[in-house]
């Protein structure tokens, strides 16, 4: 064991890194792979926070077993239920029959309904404190981040949280798992793309708990997922709490949906008219092409987005859809929005571009752009001026 693996005098972290994985929760890409943080106490008492997922967990249990010198543990603590974090709790149980499970009262229907498990639990509520010996753990139950159950534990005498998701990260760790010693802008997109693909749909939840935690003295941030924050640990609370409030960074994404390339003209052309504004971040994505999940993250990372898609029987070209609907689902706010619709004979993808725009609390930016057969340079025209409009606003500022 690293000693670098140490957060504190008596703790350390356990963790695993998946670089087998491809998707996460089987649809997520993974190809920087993804660690699952676990964290160990070694008190009076033994302490065990979160666990990982089942097909790691004998590289696992070896870590653990080399700091404990045998000690069996006496308290697992389950910030969070999701198979991630919770797979390895049988296996805990068989070798420590005397451990005590901790979480709240929401953990439990999920130990039995995966495990079995309903013995040996220790129900706590927010604010209940645990003395494990010359350290005292405090529990802060925070629900809806992003599953009912999830809370985070508190090392009152470290200023640690043991935050579970919130604050992760995809990307497994290259060698440290520490903020000041990796590089840093390598986990810039990754954390977005695990806030916004993860956790963005309850991001007024995820926004509220994290204000709450500002009377806490934090030195040091220790997420389930992604490095340990200890150098600058408000560095990922500020960028945490930005992410759930739908700030934005100046720039725009233009996605399309094309089957023969006659959107990808229009979509250009739009693209074309941000940089006439003055925009210089500028992604523009084939959604055939490219994950929704980067394009999900994109559009949570920028001021302004534009949506051109062909149609498909009467409806939004399919991984358009998908995507309309997956920004749907997490209630995309504040972001200033163009679209473009195109069809040959049938209609229907500006109407569901339309339906999205009514769905979400967005800023439509007009005139939305609608053309049948090859792009007229009429709508060619209209498409450049769409994007310098989008761009425009985006330079005005304010997004809300
Ligand atoms: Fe990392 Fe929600 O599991």
């Given at each position: ?260 390339g006659n959107t990808?003209k229009i979509a250009e052309e739009a ?37 051109a898609?062909c ?29 473009i619709g195109t069809y040959s ?22 005139p939305?752009v609608e053309n049948q057969y090859a792009p007229t340079n009429k709508n060619l025209k209209k498409a450049f001026n769409l ?14």
């Open positions: 064991m690293s000693y670098s693996n140490k957060l504190s005098g008596n703790v350390y972290w356990v963790g695993v890194n998946d670089r087998e994985t491809e998707l996460f929760e089987n649809l997520w890409p993974l190809p920087n792979g993804i660690s699952y943080n676990s964290y160990l106490l070694v008190d009076e008492k033994v302490v065990l926070v979160d666990t990982v997922k089942i097909d790691y967990q004998e590289d696992y249990l070896e870590k653990i077993m080399e700091l404990t010198n045998d000690r069996p543990i006496d308290y697992l603590i389950i910030n969070h239920m999701e198979p991630d974090h919770s797979g390895s709790i049988k296996e805990l149980l068989r070798l420590f029959p005397e451990m005590k499970i901790i979480g709240n009262s929401k953990t439990t229907g999920f130990l039995k309904g995966f495990y079995g498990i309903e013995d040996n639990i220790m129900e706590v509520t927010n604010n209940d404190t645990l003395d494990v010996g010359e350290k005292t753990l405090e529990f802060h139950i925070t629900p809806m981040v992003h599953w009912p159950e999830t809370m985070m534990t508190y090392l009152q005498e470290d200023n640690i949280i043991f935050s579970g998701d919130v604050f992760g990260s995809f990307g497994a760790i290259k060698g440290s798992i520490f903020d000041d010693e990796i590089d840093l802008e390598f986990y810039e997109d990754e954390i977005m793309r695990y806030f916004s693909n993860i956790v963005g749909k309850y991001s007024p939840i995820a926004a509220k708990h994290i204000k709450s935690l500002s009377d806490l003295e934090i030195d040091i941030v220790a997420t389930t997922h992604g490095p340990v924050w200890r150098n600058n640990p408000q560095y990922i609370i500020d960028k945490y709490l930005s992410m759930s409030t739908f700030n934005a960074e100046e720039g725009a994404v233009v996605v399309y949906g094309t089957m023969y990808k693209a074309a008219g941000l940089s006439a504004a003055g925009i210089k971040e500028v992604k523009l994505y084939d959604a055939s092409k490219t994950d929704k999940s980067y394009l999900i993250s994109d559009i949570w990372k920028y001021k302004g987005a534009i949506l898609s149609s498909y029987n009467n409806e939004l070209f399919p991984p358009m859809l998908s995507l309309v609907e997956a920004l749907e689902n997490r209630g995309i706010q504040k972001r200033y929005f163009g679209f004979w049938s209609g229907g993808a500006l109407k569901r571009l339309e339906q999205f725009a009514d769905n979400c609390n967005i800023n439509l930016v007009e939305k994007g310098k409009k989008v761009g425009e606003k985006i330079k005005g500022g304010k997004t809300n």
